[in-house]
């Protein structure tokens, strides 16, 4: 079944510990993103790719790296985790990056507790 | 700022019909979308709006009015299954998506 592929599908962790959320997508998007959700706010962009071999900061990325090594796959690291780091981590991707209705495809979400 | 208001939280009846409004204040407008999520699950397309007017999608319908920045979501014929979030976004100036918090639609017997 083509889609997002996310792991883990849920962590605790220990403050200052490093953490990688895994994100693999089958679909050949050119465009990947991750977000962060969190009680009563909006989806909260982390960190984008359009294409391989790129990234861009987005509204939140303090805290975040990513990387970009081919197609598939984009990995977001916490290199030492602090306690407003615990949401809900969804990794997506799009077709393109901008133009037109490119409809986002959703992983199933990361839900990180750090404590 | 940019900013997406939309009710937080709304209750219907099964069998009926709901409207879900969106407003939207944003930096340039290159399109607006509604996505379902339920709870514990990953947001999913419903619609997307570019143009004035109304798209309708079997019992979903999504109505654009970019003067006044404001969108509804219609929900026809109200099944149980239909309570779920339902996400506002905007596309702005530099196609970046702007996301609404999110109206919790309960749907009761």
């Known amino acids: 079944i083509a889609g997002i592929t996310q792991a883990p599908t849920s962590q605790i962790l220990a403050a200052g510990r490093r953490m990688t959320l895994r994100c693999t997508q089958d679909m050949r998007h050119n465009a990947m993103y991750w977000y962060r959700q969190d009680l009563g706010l909006g989806l909260r962009l982390i960190h984008y790719?359009?294409?391989?071999?790129?990234?861009g900061k987005g509204e939140v990325p303090d805290g975040y790296s990513v990387s970009r090594a081919n197609t598939d796959d984009f990995p977001l690291t916490l290199a030492s985790a602090v306690p407003s780091q615990t949401s809900v981590y969804f990794c997506?991707?799009?077709?393109?990056?901008?133009?037109?209705?490119?409809?986002?495809?959703f992983g199933a979400g990361s839900r990180l507790t750090v404590l | 700022g940019q900013n997406i208001d939309q009710p937080t939280e709304m209750t219907a009846t099964e069998g009926a019909i709901v409207q879900i409004n969106c407003t939207y204040q944003t930096s340039g407008f290159n399109g607006l979308f509604w996505y379902q999520q339920h709870a514990g699950e990953a947001p999913t397309f419903l619609s997307y709006n570019v143009l004035d007017g109304l798209e309708e999608k079997g019992r979903f319908s999504s109505f654009l009015s970019r003067s006044k920045g404001y969108s509804y979501l219609l929900l026809k014929e109200l099944q149980m299954k239909d309570s779920a979030s339902y996400l506002c976004?905007?596309?702005?100036?530099?196609?970046?998506?702007?996301w609404g918090a999110g109206t919790k639609l309960i749907i009761k017997p």
């Open positions: 976004a905007v596309k702005d100036s530099n196609y970046q998506l702007i």
């Open positions: 790719s359009n294409t391989a071999g790129t990234t």
């Open positions: 997506a991707s799009s077709e393109s990056d901008s133009s037109g209705a490119n409809v986002l495809t």
